[in-house]
């Protein structure tokens, strides 16, 4: 109980309230390191059980079974090393559902690049926390988790989705499923709006505008 009261003044007391979005604000920009989330991991296990340096105390239950989900048997505590790579990933569903946002418009005037194409921009020789969000897809594919697949657009006006490199008409991309078309494209980065016009009520691909 005395546990549960501490949190739940950090929730409430203005002055507290560092001490829980502090830890929420680096983990969503940051991948943290393996032995810092060991150490964390460490002291939250030590909590729970009540163990203290003056006394030692038997695990009740194997802490993998502790972070496990309820729904699959287990306590459902959670992974910090899984919450971490969430809040990571999450800033790819930001940059594409938010797209007239400030930061957004910083990323990509930055890291935006016509010679490559990643789901999201990202330059890996500029050094700084977004290079971390771009890479989180690395570690998620070691879990079988494929990121890019996640998304798939649907286009309102059309003209801020990718022809070519948005997953919007099936699961696969057209610069896929067409490479050959797509090399001979010159305008790399056309949008939807660029290619497909509604005539009449049906959707056709505008040849005119093509180049």
């Given at each position: 109980?005395?546990?549960?009261?501490?949190?739940?003044?950090?929730?409430?007391?203005?002055?507290?309230?560092?001490?829980?979005?502090?830890?929420?604000?680096?983990?969503?920009?940051?991948?943290?390191?393996?032995?810092?989330?060991?150490?964390?991991?460490?002291?939250?296990?030590?909590?729970?059980?009540?163990?203290?340096?003056?006394?030692?105390?038997?695990?009740?239950?194997?802490?993998?079974?502790?972070?496990?989900?309820?729904?699959?048997?287990?306590?459902?505590?959670?992974?910090?090393?899984?919450?971490?790579?969430?809040?990571?990933?999450?800033?790819?569903?930001?940059?594409?559902?938010?797209?007239?946002?400030?930061?957004?418009?910083?990323?990509?005037?930055?890291?935006?690049?016509?010679?490559?194409?990643?789901?999201?921009?990202?330059?890996?020789?500029?050094?700084?926390?977004?290079?971390?969000?771009v890479k989180v897809s690395n570690d998620l594919e070691k879990y079988g988790?494929?990121?890019?697949?996640?998304?798939?657009?649907?286009p309102g006006v059309g003209d801020s989705i990718s022809f070519w490199k948005?997953?919007?008409?099936?699961?696969?991309?057209?610069?896929?499923?067409?490479?050959?078309l797509f090399e001979l494209e010159r305008l790399k980065n056309a949008v939807?709006?660029?290619?497909?016009?509604?005539?009449?009520?049906?959707?056709?691909?505008?040849?005119?505008?093509?180049?």
């Amino acid at each position: 109980m005395e546990g549960k009261n501490i949190i739940f003044r950090w929730k409430t007391d203005p002055n507290k309230i560092g001490a829980v979005s502090l830890p929420t604000y680096f983990f969503s920009l940051y991948k943290a390191p393996a032995s810092v989330i060991d150490q964390l991991e460490r002291l939250r296990r030590e909590f729970l059980w009540g163990i203290t340096p003056e006394r030692g105390k038997l695990s009740m239950v194997a802490w993998n079974n502790v972070m496990t989900p309820k729904e699959l048997g287990g306590v459902g505590v959670g992974s910090l090393k899984d919450a971490n790579l969430a809040m990571l990933a999450k800033w790819w569903w930001r940059f594409k559902t938010d797209p007239n946002s400030l930061w957004r418009k910083v990323i990509w005037s930055i890291h935006n690049s016509e010679r490559t194409w990643n789901p999201i921009p990202g330059k890996m020789s500029i050094a700084g926390p977004w290079k971390q969000v771009v890479k989180v897809s690395n570690d998620l594919e070691k879990y079988g988790i494929n990121l890019s697949g996640c998304f798939r657009a649907t286009p309102g006006v059309g003209d801020s989705i990718s022809f070519w490199k948005e997953r919007w008409v099936d699961g696969e991309l057209l610069k896929n499923k067409f490479p050959v078309l797509f090399e001979l494209e010159r305008l790399k980065n056309a949008v939807v709006a660029d290619r497909v016009k509604i005539l009449n009520g049906v959707v056709v691909l505008n040849f005119v505008t093509w180049h």
